[in-house]
């Protein structure tokens, strides 16, 4: 069975600092991935999604990068984090022709 | 289009009853439909899908009908629950298209 794994689940960063968050899925080759921003009570915000290594569509722009080095590891990365990127992070993964998001634990980032 | 910043409209029914929650999506092409259950702190969990050939799907006490005269998806959960106490999505594929749409949330509460 798949299963898709982040991490750090918290994090606490101040002001200036780099960022990077992990994503990675088992049991599927060539996934789709994905990862989102959800503020505190609202909806999700796609940041980026990749259909294959080293393909990214951003669809926001804004302060933060993704990449996808390997199959099934995706990440997201800031070289200066700003108070606005306090958010719950949440990567997702899809196959196929059918556009089911299976999404991880997510990460809580709180800048300070 | 993708509901970021709007604060979630909530739902609140007495355990046993029947639960609708209603959802307009925004786009006539889109082919593909899901309902995600997000409890606090975690990441949204798959519940039900239904492609745009059909009108009405039945799950496990939960049921999902697409009206795709009006745009509008509905989410019907049977005999609700105190652990159905969480925030349901609504997501739209746009056909040919990788990315998932996300409604802005309801929030349902199951008061005991």
């Known amino acids: 069975s798949q299963t898709i794994h982040q991490w750090p689940a918290t994090l606490v960063q101040p002001v200036g600092s780099p960022l990077s968050l992990e994503c990675t899925v088992e049991?599927?080759?060539?996934?789709?991935l994905y990862w989102y921003r959800q503020a505190a009570g609202r909806g999700l915000q796609l940041l980026f999604y990749?259909?294959?290594?080293?393909?990214i569509s951003s669809e926001v722009p804004q302060n933060l990068s993704a990449s996808r080095p390997q199959d099934r590891q995706f990440i997201l990365s800031s070289k200066k984090l700003l108070l606005s990127d306090s958010g719950f992070y949440l990567c997702?993964?899809?196959?196929?022709?059918?556009?089911?998001?299976?999404f991880g634990p997510g990460t809580r980032l709180t800048v300070l | 289009g993708e509901s970021v910043g709007l604060h979630l409209p909530t739902l609140s029914v007495q355990e046993g009853d029947n639960s609708i929650i209603n959802c307009a999506y925004s786009?006539?092409?889109?082919?593909?439909f899901i309902w995600y259950k997000q409890e606090s702190g975690k990441g949204p969990q798959f519940i039900i899908d239904?492609?745009?050939?059909?009108d009405k799907r039945q799950g496990q006490r939960v049921t999902v009908l697409l009206n795709k005269t009006v745009k509008h998806l509905s989410l019907q959960i049977a005999a609700t629950q105190p652990g159905d106490s969480a925030v349901y999505f609504c997501?739209?594929?746009?056909?040919?298209?990788?990315?998932?749409?996300f409604g802005a949330g309801t929030r349902l509460f199951v008061k005991a």
């Open positions: 997702a993964w899809s196959v196929g022709n059918t556009d089911t998001q299976y």
């Open positions: 049991g599927t080759s060539n996934p789709n």
């Open positions: 990749s259909v294959g290594i080293g393909q």
């Open positions: 786009n006539s092409a889109s082919d593909y």
């Open positions: 239904i492609r745009s050939n059909m």
């Open positions: 997501a739209e594929r746009i056909t040919g298209g990788f990315k998932t749409i």
